[in-house]
């Protein structure tokens, strides 16, 4: 709230106020000289002109000693009004740039899992409604899920979708210019980085009894960086900024109130209610079979049993080392 900054203190002329300190005392030195000489000539004037002069020269001497004293006592009010005003402003304003823009928590790239990353994030998953993700495989949301104690969560997953030729050029160039001296190709990228989605699809079945619901967006366009949207706060993880060398990316968490749990939020609704995003439930309902349908239709790919053996093996695999290294920060990790 703005505070009006008075010209003047009660009383006080306000041309007065306005002018500078040097221009006051100026001003009321000339006032006190002009009422001296207007008494001082009065004394060589006859009877009545004389009495005039007094009362003229007197009102001028008593209206510059109270100007002068009243501008002494104001000037300091005035002083301290405007430094609370500028203080309460720039108070205010900081706490709006501190909410909107700045992170509440920043977390540095790492090799493995953070104790600290999981812990806040677990909590927040805990205490949220819904959960909004938006990134490129879920391995490790799985895993997230597989620990949660409780199974009210309502989940929205946006995935890149397989059946779409180039969904995931981006992120595989990305990489692989990231990747130094990796000689990793880009058609091998592509096959590991489709194996983690499929093992991620896998995952959601698995934990699909933790979550009141699923529900799996594929777009063709999937974010770069990922985005995990809780109901007081928003993570987003830069694999657009990830240091060469680290596994996991630097990753920071926003508040409820930020500007991008707004434009994130409002911008997943979107995705959602997009003709061109292809949705899919997976409930507490779903069986083996209805699921191996669904993957064919997510995926495009058969989920025979031997596939469907092997990346429940690599969910499983991938869990339990996440729960190690989360809980006792010691282990090397290894995707």
Same mark, same amino acid.
């Given at each position: ?52 002069? $007094? &009362? ?35 108070? &205010? ?7 909107? +823009? ?28 819904? +959960? ?22 309502? &989940? +929205? ?16 160039? +990305? ?23 499929? &093992? ?8 699909? $009894? ?55 939020? !409002? ?60 809980? !006792? ?7």
């Amino acid at each position: 709230m703005s505070t009006r900054i008075p010209s003047g203190g009660r009383g006080q002329n306000p041309w007065l106020g306005r002018l500078s300190r040097g221009m006051q005392v100026l001003l009321l030195v000339c006032s006190l000289l002009v009422s001296l000489v207007t008494i001082w000539g009065g004394t060589r004037l006859p009877g009545g002109w004389r009495d005039g002069a $007094n &009362a003229i020269g007197l009102g001028i001497l008593v209206s510059a000693v109270f100007g002068m004293a009243q501008s002494v006592i104001t000037d300091p009010i005035s002083k301290e009004i405007l430094r609370q005003s500028i203080t309460e402003e720039v108070r &205010a304003a900081l706490t709006d740039l501190h909410t909107s +823009y700045i992170p509440t928590n920043e977390f540095p790239a790492s090799d493995q899992p953070g104790i600290g990353f999981n812990a806040l994030m677990s909590q927040d998953m805990q205490n949220s409604d819904t +959960y909004w993700f938006r990134g490129i495989h879920t391995k490790f949301c799985a895993a997230r899920f597989s620990m949660m104690r409780s199974s009210n969560v309502q &989940a +929205y997953l946006i995935l890149p979708d397989p059946t779409v030729p180039h969904s995931l050029d981006a992120r595989l160039e +990305y990489r692989a210019t990231q990747a130094a001296g990796d000689r990793t190709s880009i058609p091998e990228l592509r096959e590991k980085t489709l194996r983690s989605i499929h &093992a991620g699809l896998v995952g959601l079945f698995l934990a699909r $009894n933790k979550c009141g619901s699923i529900e799996v967006l594929l777009v063709s366009t999937p974010a770069l960086d990922r985005f995990e949207i809780f109901q007081h706060s928003v993570w987003i993880s830069l694999f657009s900024d990830m240091d060469q060398g680290t596994l996991f990316p630097r990753a920071m968490r926003f508040s409820k109130a930020s500007l991008l749990h707004r434009m994130q939020g !409002a911008e997943c609704l979107a995705i959602r209610r997009s003709p061109a995003t292809r949705r899919f439930e997976i409930s507490r309902t779903t069986t083996e079979e209805d699921f191996v349908a669904l993957f064919r239709d997510m995926t495009g790919k058969e989920l025979t049993p031997e596939l469907l053996t092997d990346l429940t093996a690599d969910v499983e695999g991938t869990a339990g080392r996440f729960r190690t290294a989360i809980r !006792a920060d010691g282990p090397a990790w290894r995707r």
